[in-house]
């Protein structure tokens, strides 16, 4: 059955960048258009990526474009996310998907953008 298990999600600062992975199994993904989608707590779903089988072509969210780029490895059976220049909005889980279905898609990969000044105090004592 379709698999697809996302990775690559982690905690950055704004302005900071990330490279998220799909890994798939289960059908001919050389066949498939692969997507990213993402999605914020209680907010709705947001397409962020199409990359298109056969001609590779490119396609992206009109909040990502010129920020993100979108790869695929056929005979690795991987799609990539590179993300730059990311911003608070960013954050939400991020999951992937094959020919836009989004019940094929997998557990996700959290990414959290903090926003400027933010940070995490540490108090370290003896």
């Known amino acids: 059955q379709v698999q697809l298990v996302e990775s690559g999600g982690g905690l950055v600062q704004t302005g900071g960048s990330l490279r998220l992975s799909c890994a798939a199994s289960g059908f001919a993904f050389s066949l498939s258009n692969m997507n990213w989608i993402r999605q914020a707590p209680g907010e709705r779903i947001e397409w962020v990526s199409t990359?298109?089988?056969?001609?590779?072509?490119?396609h992206y969210g009109a909040s990502v474009k010129g920020r993100f780029t979108i790869s695929r490895d056929d005979a690795r059976k991987i799609v990539n996310l590179e993300m730059h220049n990311l911003k608070p909005e960013d954050s939400g889980m991020y999951y992937c998907t094959k020919d836009g279905l989004i019940a094929t898609r997998g557990l996700g990969t959290q990414v959290t953008v903090l926003g400027r000044g933010q940070g995490t105090q540490v108090t370290v004592s003896s």
């Open positions: 990359i298109d089988k056969d001609t590779g072509a490119t």
